[in-house]
């Protein structure tokens, strides 16, 4: 079976002015459903992809015959879940398994949920192999929040996964649930509680199952003293420092232990000891001061007596919320302290109050008004434009995908040095025609594809464009397209 990007590879000029009349906003819904029963599988996957489609043209790709087609379209970002979701009981495996996977996006934001009873019913019906940690990203906060105490012992399974962090009631019911495949699944999650078993059981040699059980298991003294001694690799130390079984004498043990590393992993643990925290908060590496310096017991008087900096830089992404979310007057406090890290903390919240907002929107540091930009979803406009002028890092595109990113005015960066902040000229729709046109022309291939999606683009270099092997997709999707252009391109296509 070929993969979409061989499909893209295989498709020639027409067929690429047609992908790009697919994507096209004014194409008329006739037009649309005339390239979904006729066009070439490029079209159609493009078509059923990547954009919101009329309800009509959805009611056709679910009843189309081609399997690739409706596969194409279960991995839709942009369309409603509950679209998707009439995928739930197609015929072909290919296209249940797309639907399981996901959709086909970037933008961490916009994985919205399927239908609780869709998820349920794919649980309960689908096999194993057809489901993954691609369609737990699918499921609603509420089902995710449900999975252990759902009525549906297939759904309970996929609860007992999160057994670290379930109440002591639900842990106990999970332990004597009726079903016997969520029984031996508690069990055997309880089993990692247990030192005498995690002893037996923990691989001799380095790997990634001894990695998991220094990091997240029940260690016994035995276990712990063999790693302080005679470590199977040279990194233990540090895993086992992360690990909310040590003992405190061992706590306070590597605490002062040789390597830096040790001593910044160690330095995160909420039950370190007041003599512990002072040595740590004049330890002579940055990172471990650094490290310590947020540490809850602090109060922001000594927090500040602390010699910590905090790098400039950094990657700043969009965050998941929590399952359960933090404590109101603790995001406050991190917002309102001194230090950039804890302030960076509250940004995250996708929550936060006005006030707030408004506050860390001007903040100082870069961190924080990148992370509160790609998080909260009333960032200001100014914010987010600010944000992406400012930020070169990873996850710097998502902030174009937020609702509230601002499109006036932006032609006024069409001469920068940045393509990136060049191409924001093409969500102006101010931008001027000789200016638009000029930037079809531009050195940078992502600039001139924005730009030849433009609605004020020049008819004569439209015209040109529709020919050019590069941009020919893009021109065909922009709405300068007039409406004798959309009948000629289709024109060839077979009727009814």
Request: aromatic share 4%; glycine share 4%.
């Amino acid at each position: 079976m070929p993969t979409p990007d061989q499909i893209w590879d295989e498709a020639d000029l027409p067929t690429r002015r047609l992908a790009g009349l697919a994507l096209n906003p004014t194409a008329p819904e006739e037009v649309l459903l005339r390239l979904l029963a006729h066009a070439p599988l490029a079209v159609r996957m493009v078509l059923c992809r990547d954009r919101v489609l009329p309800e009509a043209v959805v009611d056709a790709v679910i009843a189309h015959p081609d399997t690739y087609t409706r596969s194409f379209f279960a991995r839709n970002p942009h369309v409603d879940p509950a679209q998707r979701a009439r995928l739930v009981d197609d015929p072909e495996w290919f296209v249940r398994a797309h639907l399981a996977a996901g959709p086909r996006t970037t933008d961490p934001v916009g994985l919205r949920p399927l239908p609780d009873e869709t998820v349920v019913h794919m649980i309960s019906t689908y096999g194993n192999e057809d489901l993954g940690f691609e369609l737990y990203q699918q499921f609603s906060a509420g089902l995710r929040r449900s999975l252990p105490t759902h009525p549906v012992a297939k759904v309970r399974l996929w609860g007992v996964g999160a057994w670290r962090s379930l109440p002591a009631g639900t842990r106990a019911a999970l332990l004597a649930d009726p079903d016997d495949d969520v029984r031996e699944a508690a069990q055997r999650h309880l089993r990692h509680e247990d030192p005498a078993w995690v002893e037996s059981m923990v691989p001799a040699h380095p790997c990634h199952s001894r990695t998991d059980v220094l990091l997240h298991d029940a260690l016994g003294r035995a276990l712990v003293d063999r790693v302080l001694t005679d470590p199977a690799g040279p990194e233990e130390r540090s895993m086992i420092a992360d690990n909310p079984s040590l003992p405190p004498d061992v706590v306070v043990l590597l605490a002062a232990d040789p390597d830096p590393e040790v001593r910044e992993r160690i330095a995160h643990r909420a039950d370190l000891g007041p003599a512990e925290r002072r040595a740590l908060a004049i330890d002579p590496d940055p990172g471990v001061r650094l490290a310590v310096s947020v540490h809850p017991a602090w109060s922001e008087e000594e927090r500040a007596g602390i010699d910590y900096e905090v790098p400039p830089d950094g990657v700043f992404p969009y965050c998941h919320p929590p399952l359960t979310p933090r404590d109101p007057e603790a995001v406050r406090r991190d917002a309102l302290s001194a230090h950039p890290l804890l302030r960076r903390r509250a940004a995250t919240d996708h929550t936060l109050p006005p006030d707030l907002l408004a506050r860390l929107a001007g903040d100082d540091d870069l961190g924080v008004r990148v992370l509160l930009a790609q998080n909260h979803p009333d960032a200001p406009p100014a914010l987010l434009l600010r944000a992406f002028l400012e930020y070169t890092g990873s996850g710097r595109e998502d902030l174009l995908l937020r609702p509230r990113f601002p499109t006036d005015g932006l032609a006024a960066y069409a001469d920068d040095e940045d393509p990136a902040v060049r191409a924001l000229a093409a969500r102006d729709p101010g931008t001027a025609p000789a200016t638009v046109e000029r930037l079809t022309r531009d050195p940078d291939p992502a600039v001139r594809a924005a730009l030849a999606r433009h609605r004020n683009l020049p008819p004569a270099r439209l015209a040109e464009l529709l020919d050019d092997e590069e941009l020919a997709h893009h021109a065909a999707a922009g709405p300068a397209l007039a409406t004798d252009t959309i009948r000629r391109l289709v024109a060839a296509l077979p009727v009814g």
